[in-house]
């Protein structure tokens, strides 16, 4: 799950400047989850857009604006309000904004209505957002008893606490979890506490070298 939050409409209007018609794409995973770019929140925006004297074309809500084959679907169901447009106008994360551009023949201005926070866990109530996964190319779950250390801790120490927690408080935050101390009740409950010898070499960040890519088939 991508967490976003939206861009005020202050800002929106700004990057939009003179352009008056819009196409808007919203995205029905993980900002509909967020309540940024659900139905709620693309007709919402529409009505603040001609508010304030623009001309929304039309609009499109593909279940993942990242996927190329979703957004040319949604360019040929919705083609006349797209082919009117000027420009887009995109309610989702980062990816869903940059993979209007590329499937765009005619490369029109993108402009995104949310700003893109972080990866998460959404939990069982459906409100909470928990980030869990840094996304860092090497994962260590498997010795850390399924806890990510990198996210949990601060500071992202690899092999055991700071030394500044308190009752299995965080130093840096005093209302959330020490995440080392979470990893060693975890591997305590799994009979596993000898993981915590294995010394974890430093990151490997030639693994996150941007941008990454992987091709199947």
């Known amino acids: 799950m991508i967490v976003t939050k939206k861009k005020p ?10 352009s008056s018609r819009i196409f808007i794409i919203g995205c029905g995973d993980c900002a509909a989850a967020c309540k940024t770019g659900g139905e709620k929140e693309v007709i919402e925006m529409k009505a603040e857009l001609e508010a304030n ?16 084959s979703q957004i040319k679907l949604q360019f040929a169901k919705n083609k006349k309000a797209v082919d009117d447009a000027e420009v887009f106008l995109v309610l989702s994360c980062g990816l869903g904004a940059q993979s209007v551009l590329e499937n765009d023949r005619n490369k029109r201005p993108v402009y995104i ?7 998460s866990i959404l939990d069982a109530t459906g409100h909470g957002f928990f980030e869990r996964c840094a996304m860092c190319g090497e994962c260590m779950l498997n010795i850390t ?21 308190n009752k299995g408080k965080c130093e840096v935050d005093k209302d959330k979890d020490c995440g080392w101390i979470l990893i060693y009740n975890r ?3 799994l009979n596993k506490l000898d993981d915590l010898k ?9 693994k996150v070298t941007r941008p990454r890519e992987i091709i199947l088939g």
Not at 55 to 62: E, F, K
Not at 113 to 119: L, Q
Not at 148 to 165: E, F, M, Y
Not at 198 to 206: F, G, L, T
């Open 9 to 18: 409409i202050e800002e929106i209007l700004k990057f939009l400047g003179a």
């Open 53 to 68: 004297g623009k001309i929304v074309t039309g609009w499109a809500i593909p279940d993942s604006p990242c996927v190329a």
């Open 113 to 119: 209505g949310c700003d893109t926070m972080f990866g």
């Open 145 to 165: 008893g399924g806890i990510c250390p990198v996210t949990r801790c601060a500071k992202g120490l690899l092999n055991g606490p700071c030394g500044g927690s």
């Open 187 to 189: 591997l305590k409950d």
């Open 198 to 206: 294995k010394i974890k070499p430093a990151k490997d960040h030639s």
